[in-house]
């Protein structure tokens, strides 16, 4: 399964080029070149200390061995939905995309729907019928994202909604969630729930889900969200839970 890198992610990683320091003074001439920097942001310690600008420059890992792709502690993970039942009201899980701390896609996959589609909603969610050709079935899709996910902390934005459509838990003091983080409600939504397309153009400077949403581009840009404020996220997490509110 292949996909194109987009212009908005093109431009995310302009920016965050120019904002690494201590990094290759020039830009890589070739995808392969830049590839093999992500595999050596992998191999980085989690704990490092600022966001981390290179990710991989394309959603396909088809020509990424699994040893360059390594999980690591961290994992966002982002969905796409297609609707069913009359008008299409009810969202069905499609698409499961998750990246690790570094951005690299670990796991990208069309699901098959468990319900009669009755509306792809391809103008946002980016599927059509043509991909269920290589869709796989629920159960396996959700197998291999709870495999995946065990032990490790869970980033997402609204990350619940994407459990439940794979009708899985996780604990919660393992989940980084950009939409709840409290001082990102305060600051860019008046105490509400900010959408992943302001964090994204506030805190990243991009401008993301623009046309067709891509569930692997989303994952990259929560980790990188959740990686701008990862300080703070854990510092609210250690105080009592009155404090939270």
Not at 55 to 64: A, D, I, L, R
Not at 204 to 219: K, N, R, Y
Request: aromatic share 6%.
């Amino acid at each position: 399964m292949g996909f194109s890198l987009s212009s908005n992610w093109k431009q995310l990683q302009r920016k965050q080029i120019s904002k690494t320091k201590g990094i290759a003074k020039k830009r890589p001439k070739s995808a392969a070149a830049m590839v093999s920097k992500s595999v050596k942001a992998s191999a980085l310690s989690d704990k490092e200390p600022s966001v981390s600008l290179k990710f991989t420059v394309t959603e396909s890992t088809n020509n990424v061995s699994h040893r360059k792709r390594e999980v690591g502690k961290y994992l966002a993970m982002d969905c796409e939905f297609v609707g069913a039942g009359e008008e299409g009201e009810s969202s069905i899980l499609a698409r499961v995309s998750l990246v690790n701390y570094h951005g690299i896609t670990v796991y990208d996959t069309f699901v098959l729907p468990t319900e009669k589609v009755t509306d792809w909603r391809t103008h946002v969610s980016g599927v059509t019928p043509a991909h269920m050709k290589d869709a796989v079935p629920f159960k396996e899709a959700q197998k291999k994202v709870s495999d995946l996910l065990h032990g490790k902390i869970l980033v997402g934005h609204d990350v619940g909604h994407d459990l439940d459509a794979l009708m899985l838990s996780h604990p919660r003091f393992m989940i980084r969630d950009t939409a709840k983080h409290s001082p990102f409600r305060k600051k860019y939504a008046a105490g509400k729930t900010p959408s992943l397309k302001k964090l994204s153009k506030e805190i990243l400077g991009v401008e993301i889900q623009s046309g067709q949403h891509s569930s692997v581009e989303d994952a990259r840009a929560t980790m990188m969200i959740y990686k701008s404020a990862k300080a703070e996220f854990e510092t609210i997490l250690k105080k009592p839970r009155q404090l939270h509110k």
